[in-house]
């Protein structure tokens, strides 16, 4: 069965810090994988997906950056945080259609 | 683009009662429709998913959900509200992308379950 997975779960970083968060699905080949966030009082943004290696999209213009390195491994980044970057950042994978299999999330605290 | 909305971001109901949380999409095409639920820090679960078959769909955990084209809704309900159903309920509408679908996502509604 697949399994889809995202770490750190919590993170706390600096304004001006660097990020880097990691999904990776298991048990699948060539799966579409996205990037949402989840901020309070704005339900759930779609920020990036990926329907193949080294292939992104962006949805909204934004401080944060997407990379998929490998074929399983979907990784959200940025430079230099924002206070506005925190948030609940999901992964979701899914075949064709739209993404119907979640992680468990990251809670990003910039501070 | 599609879209949901989610009428009442908080829903209270007591422990037993009916669950009824509302949701009206907007599509120019026929839509694909689901309902997830959140547990606080946790990811979304799928609930039930509308996809042009039965209008009426039963989900996990004992909800279900009925398609009303000439109302343009998609309300979920469940008929005993039990307490471990505390949580973020979402609707969501699928939606063309370029090389692909993802979803859009209502605002969600917080579930609370009194004894």
């Known amino acids: 069965s697949q399994t889809i997975h995202q770490w750190p779960a919590t993170l706390v970083q600096p304004v001006g810090s660097p990020l880097s968060l990691e999904c990776t699905v298991e048990?699948?080949?060539?799966?579409?994988l996205y990037w949402y966030r989840q901020a309070a009082g704005r339900g759930l943004q779609l920020l990036f997906y990926?329907?193949?290696?080294?292939?992104i999209s962006s949805e909204v213009p934004q401080n944060l950056s997407a990379s998929r390195p490998q074929d399983r491994q979907f990784i959200l980044s940025s430079k230099k945080l924002l206070l506005s970057d925190s948030g609940f950042y999901l992964c979701?994978?899914?075949?064709?259609?739209?993404?119907?299999?979640f992680g468990n999330g990251t809670r990003l605290t910039v501070t | 683009a599609q879209s949901v909305t989610q009428l009442g971001s908080h829903v209270s109901v007591s422990e037993g009662a009916l669950v009824l949380l509302r949701c009206n999409y907007s599509s120019s095409v026929p839509p694909y429709l689901f309902w997830y639920v959140q547990y606080p820090n946790q990811g979304l679960q799928l609930l039930l998913k509308?996809?042009?078959?039965?209008?009426l769909v039963k989900g996990i955990n004992g909800f279900e959900a009925e398609f009303k084209k000439s109302k343009t809704s998609f309300h979920l309900t469940k008929p005993s509200a039990h307490m471990s159903d505390a949580a973020e309920y979402f609707c969501?509408?699928?939606?063309?992308?370029?090389?692909?679908?993802?979803?859009?996502f209502g605002k969600g509604t917080s579930l609370l379950v009194t004894p």
């Open positions: 979701a994978w899914s075949f064709e259609g739209p993404p119907l299999h």
């Open positions: 048990g699948t080949s060539n799966p579409n």
């Open positions: 969501a509408v699928s939606d063309k992308i370029d090389s692909g679908y993802a979803l859009n």
């Open positions: 990926s329907v193949g290696i080294g292939q």
């Open positions: 509308y996809t042009s078959a039965a209008t």
